[in-house]
């Protein structure tokens, strides 16, 4: 989890440095293809096992499974690879935050204990403090015009698409290990996402690019697309989903401090104060969570009893 948590962090300083000389669909195209071709060997490997062998993955089909959570990722991928062409990479990490909030909202459709949330106040305070967080921040720069709203429009489609991930992720490729379902959803979307470079991207640009920006594409590929991700859902299964989403509010000010020290950004004290209001309620939400997972360990609780209906 601190692998993950210090990845995730530095990413949005790569896509930042990207955005002076390539456009988002083919930063996204690339990343993402390296991502997948890093893992397809190990796929590969695991196909030609027999049913089960070695393998821990209960019988079903991975590659009818990974569908939906992929769709859904490309979504992600695609508003979060735009993100940076309209906000600093620091409005990024604190806002993107949100993510957490919603992966507890679409939870409810699918997953009964999450409704047990609607129960408990540190829900309802820790969403409002999301929300409130996520609007100061962006009082400065919308005063800026239509980009910056445009900015955190993308922000939030990239946090509900995130949510929404999560969910998917959980609902569909449990049964399966996490570097094989992380596998073959990067295949899945690095098809998309080479699709979309193709259609809207600007492909040409790639032959001015120098030794040194390659070097950077493949590194941020493989920090924050190949092994964050399975270091990420390792952490959740190795720690929980509570202790996994507590340190992940750390993220933002570790895009913060590289954000500070490698591109010089610097945030208002309103936008410090939303920031810090953001983690404060993503904290809520955790301890919101945590008091649910007790309540259902409890064998002397019955939860039909529980105060809300």
Do not use: C
């Not at 979504?75 to 906000?87: K, N, T």
């Not at 995130?162 to 098809?191: E, K, N, Q």
């Amino acid at each position: 989890m601190t692998a993950a948590t210090f990845g995730f962090g530095i990413i949005p300083i790569f896509l930042k440095h990207f955005a002076q000389f390539l456009d988002p669909w083919t930063v996204n195209g690339v990343r993402y293809s390296v991502g997948a071709l890093f893992w397809l060997p190990f796929l590969l490997a695991l196909d030609r096992r027999p049913s089960g062998a070695g393998r821990g993955d209960l019988a079903g089909n991975i590659w009818k499974d990974a569908v939906v959570p992929s769709i859904v990722n490309v979504v992600g991928q695609a508003a979060f690879g735009i993100g940076p062409y309209f906000v600093p990479a620091s409005t990024m990490g604190f806002v993107l935050r949100l993510s957490f909030l919603f992966t507890i909202v679409f939870g409810f459709a699918v997953i009964a204990e999450e409704r047990l949330l609607t129960r408990r106040p540190a829900f309802w305070v820790g969403a409002a403090f999301s929300l409130a967080g996520v609007a100061a921040m962006f009082v400065d720069e919308l005063r800026g015009g239509i980009g910056s709203l445009t900015g955190m429009v993308i922000l939030l489609v990239t946090a509900v698409a995130w949510g929404a991930y999560s969910v998917t992720v959980r609902h569909y490729m449990a049964r399966y290990s996490a570097r094989r379902s992380f596998g073959v959803i990067s295949v899945y979307s690095s098809a998309a996402l080479v699709l979309l470079m193709f259609l809207f991207g600007r492909v040409e640009s790639l032959a001015g690019v120098d030794a040194a920006t390659w070097g950077y594409l493949m590194l941020s590929a493989l920090i924050g697309i190949a092994f964050g991700h399975v270091l990420y859902y390792r952490g959740i299964h190795e720690l929980g989903p509570v202790v996994a989403s507590g340190m992940s509010l750390v993220t933002p000010f570790v895009t913060y401090l590289a954000a500070a020290v490698f591109l010089g950004e610097r945030l208002s004290g309103l936008q410090w104060l939303g920031g810090l209001v953001v983690v404060v309620g993503g904290g809520l939400l955790v301890l919101a969570r945590a008091e649910i997972e007790g309540l259902i360990a409890r064998p002397d609780v019955d939860l039909d009893d529980y105060p809300g209906d």
